[in-house]
C-alpha cells in the first residue's frame, strides 16, 4: 500500500510492494517504466517541497513547465499497451499545450469536454499563476500560515 511505498521506497526487493507481475493494468505494464515514473514523480514532489520552504516563491510558467518536466521524464517516449496492441507514445514535456499546438478532450458515450483552446493555454497558465500568488505572498509577508514539512 501507498504506506509501505513511502516507508521502504519503491526498488526495496525485500518489501516486496511491487511484484515482477505487476501493473496489471494501464497503459504503462513494464516494471522498470512503472518504477521509474514513480521516482520521477516523487523527484518533483520534493522539488515542490523546497521550493514552498523558500521565503519567497513566485509560482511562474516556467516553474510550473519545469515542474512538468521533472515526473513525465521517464513516460516521454514509450511503449504502451492498448486493446487493439501495443503503440508508440509520445508526450510533449516541459512546454505548454500552445507551444506543441495540441487541444485536449475528454470523450465520454454522452458528453465531450474540451480543455483550454492550445491557442489560450499561456494566458490562462499566467492568469493563473497570478492569481495563485497573491494569497501565497500575502500569507507570508503576514506570517500566517508558515508551512511546516515532516520529511
Known sequence: DAEDIVYHGFRDEGAGLIE????????????ADALSILEDTYAALMDMLDLAKLDSFELTPEVICGLHKKPMKTCQVMSCSTPKGSTISY????????????????????????FCPWDEVDEELKTFCSRFNVPILDAASSNIGKLTMNC
Open 20 to 31: 515482477e507481475n505487476d501493473p496489471v493494468g494501464g497503459a504503462v505494464r513494464n516494471r
Open 91 to 114: 508526450t510533449n514535456i516541459g512546454v505548454t499545450r500552445q507551444m506543441s499546438r495540441v487541444n485536449v478532450v475528454i470523450k465520454s458515450k454522452d458528453t465531450n469536454i474540451q
